[in-house]
């Protein structure tokens, strides 16, 4: 053990978070090392290649164009910004009859569009109080079928219901998620969304680039991590005795074991490969870890924390939840979509009825890349599914909704070339999508875990821990960043200047990133 070499920060995880805190850490002149379990880079930020243009199978939209995001302000820097996420009028978008398969322009259901709005303002105007907090659904259900009943059409009371479940799209399941968490104490980075060229995790991958001695080892699945702590030697039975002695005549007395030595530095032990028994097991020694590890992994307990969590951390980590959140991409041999009135905006089917309940969305993606392709949303009880029905069960049903809607148009219904299922939930280093508050917890549950444990030389990052923007991609990095700067505030050294321990800000400041220059040395990527 004594031979180990020690980094002054061990960073567990390389996605939007771990590679925050490591691109800080190294501009601070500290030495540090991340640990990736994946054979990439990036986590819930993958993008793929395969269908001719680059494609997101994890995050996917900038949230927040504006200044205050750095990964917005890199991506401008670096010409990767695209297209807005959607056009405001929704001129791309076609509901899916689901009797007929009738492609339905959404400008024929404003009055759809005018219920959901009525419903949403029920959401702002609630005023509640951690004690007599209620889920999403609680707050609009009442309204919500006033509204439905008012509506005559059978088509516009589907379309009011997809309406409503796009909240989960951007939030969690309005039938958990906390109303007063919704309405987010600290409000996230205007600015709308954006789509990236090259896609987000190429972005990050764009950014380790940016920052050549950068270490990464990749296939290191972290299995334990030793925090320092206290070793207490027992007293011999004679020692007890007296002390019991002591207590029963009304002393203090003194603990039973009072002779200790403290642990000084962090030890993670990792496993490379597929199963424990067939493994190699390496050690890395650190003055400080930053673990960057998805929600659902410290949920699980796939990582074993030595002494174990404290438990007012344990709880909030238990408190908060995940999305269940998939993608699948499908290419067809041969094209079929009715002409565009709006060749600028994305293109997008929304399956209505029970559909709705397999995917909610497909978006087309073959004006980027000219050829049939399309990228669909799935989520809730069908997205946990998925792995138990299987890629041919999850793919026919996805072909099952585009000939619905493109059949009658193409008698040669054209096969499928290619696909990619993106199984975030059952992705045993994930775990889930993206953090969501629920009722019962509350943002005080995220603060603790961006808070951490400090005494114990173990902080975290990632997008659980984004006091404001919770659950983004932006917000993952700049959690790494506000823990890089925690720890080298700790180490002695000097970090940013954004706020230490608390994270109560939501404006990004501190030293600008992405402007170490190349000196002729390859990021070190193992």
């Known amino acids: 053990m004594d031979s180990l070499p020690v980094h002054d920060v061990i960073v567990i995880g390389a996605g939007a978070g771990g590679l925050g805190a490591a691109c800080r850490l190294l501009r601070a002149g500290l030495k540090c090392v991340v640990l990736e379990a994946r054979d990439r880079i990036g986590g819930r930020a993958h993008t793929i290649d395969d269908f001719g243009y680059p494609v997101d199978l994890g995050g996917q939209w900038i949230h927040g164009s504006c200044e205050d995001n750095p990964l917005f302000l890199f991506a401008m820097k670096t010409g990767q910004i695209g297209h807005k996420s959607l056009d405001p009028n929704a001129l791309g978008r076609r509901y899916v009859d689901p009797k007929s398969g009738q492609l339905l322009a959404y400008r024929r259901f404003k009055e759809a569009g005018k219920a959901f709005a009525g419903i949403y303002r029920a959401i702002d105007e609630s005023k509640l109080t951690p004690k007599t907090d209620q889920t999403i659904l609680e707050i609009i259900q009442e309204h919500w079928v006033q509204a439905r009943s008012k509506l005559k059409n059978d088509n516009s009371k589907l379309v009011l219901d997809c309406l409503v479940n796009s909240i989960e799209e951007y939030d969690g399941p309005i039938g958990k998620l906390s109303t007063i968490a919704y309405k987010k104490p600290v409000g996230d980075w205007p600015g709308g969304n954006s789509n990236l060229r090259c896609g987000y995790g190429a972005l990050l991958g764009k950014i380790v680039e940016n920052h050549p001695k950068l270490t990464i080892l990749t296939s290191q699945r972290v299995a334990a991590i030793q925090t320092p702590?206290?070793?207490?030697?027992?007293?011999?039975?004679?020692?007890?005795?007296?002390?019991?002695?002591?207590?029963?005549?009304?002393?203090?007395?003194?603990?039973?074991?009072?002779?200790?030595?403290?642990?000084?530095?962090?030890?993670?032990?990792?496993?490379?490969?597929?199963?424990?028994?067939?493994?190699?097991?390496?050690?890395?020694?650190?003055?400080?870890?930053?673990?960057?590890?998805?929600?659902?992994?410290?949920?699980?307990?796939?990582?074993?924390?030595?002494?174990?969590?404290?438990?007012?951390?344990?709880?909030?980590?238990?408190?908060?939840?995940?999305?269940?959140?998939?993608?699948?991409?499908?290419?067809?041999?041969?094209?079929?979509?009715?002409?565009?009135?709006?060749?600028?905006?994305?293109?997008?089917?929304?399956?209505?009825?029970?559909?709705?309940?397999?995917?909610r969305r497909f978006f087309y993606w073959g004006r980027f890349s000219g050829r049939n392709i399309w990228l669909g949303y799935s989520m809730s009880a069908y997205a946990k599914s998925m792995a138990d029905k299987g890629e041919n069960?999850?793919?026919?049903?996805?072909?099952?909704?585009?000939?619905?809607?493109?059949?009658?148009?193409?008698?040669?219904?054209?096969?499928?070339?290619?696909?990619?299922?993106?199984?975030?939930?059952?992705?045993?280093?994930?775990?889930?999508?993206?953090?969501?508050?629920?009722?019962?917890?509350?943002?005080?549950?995220?603060?603790?875990?961006?808070?951490?444990?400090?005494?114990?030389?173990?902080?975290?990052?990632?997008?659980?821990?984004?006091?404001?923007?919770?659950?983004?991609?932006?917000?993952?990095?700049?959690?790494g960043e506000k823990a890089a700067d925690n720890a080298i505030n700790l180490l002695g050294g000097r970090g940013g200047t954004s706020p230490v321990m608390d994270g109560s800000g939501s404006r990004h400041s501190g030293p600008q990133i992405f402007s170490s220059r190349r000196n002729g040395q390859s990021c070190t990527v193992q």
Request: proline share 7%; with cysteine; charged share 25%.
């Open 393 to 479: 069960a999850v793919i026919q049903d996805a072909i099952d909704i585009f000939q619905k809607a493109f059949g009658k148009s193409n008698p040669k219904f054209p096969t499928v070339k290619s696909f990619q299922i993106a199984d975030w939930y059952s992705d045993p280093l994930a775990r889930g999508s993206w953090t969501y508050v629920p009722l019962g917890a509350s943002y005080e549950d995220v603060r603790k875990l961006q808070i951490g444990m400090p005494e114990r030389h173990c902080l975290f990052a990632g997008e659980h821990t984004a006091y404001s923007n919770l659950g983004s991609v932006a917000g993952a990095f700049v959690s």
């Open 229 to 359: 702590w206290r070793v207490f030697e027992k007293k011999n039975s004679t020692s007890l005795q007296k002390e019991e002695k002591k207590k029963q005549r009304g002393g203090v007395g003194a603990m039973p074991n009072i002779k200790s030595k403290t642990e000084s530095f962090v030890t993670v032990t990792t496993v490379e490969g597929p199963t424990l028994w067939r493994s190699q097991w390496k050690r890395f020694r650190g003055r400080f870890v930053i673990v960057a590890v998805p929600l659902g992994v410290l949920k699980k307990g796939d990582i074993e924390f030595k002494p174990p969590f404290p438990y007012p951390l344990k709880n909030s980590i238990n408190a908060l939840q995940q999305v269940g959140f998939n993608k699948i991409v499908i290419e067809f041999e041969s094209k079929f979509h009715p002409p565009l009135e709006a060749k600028h905006v994305p293109f997008e089917i929304i399956p209505l009825g029970e559909d709705q309940n397999k995917f």
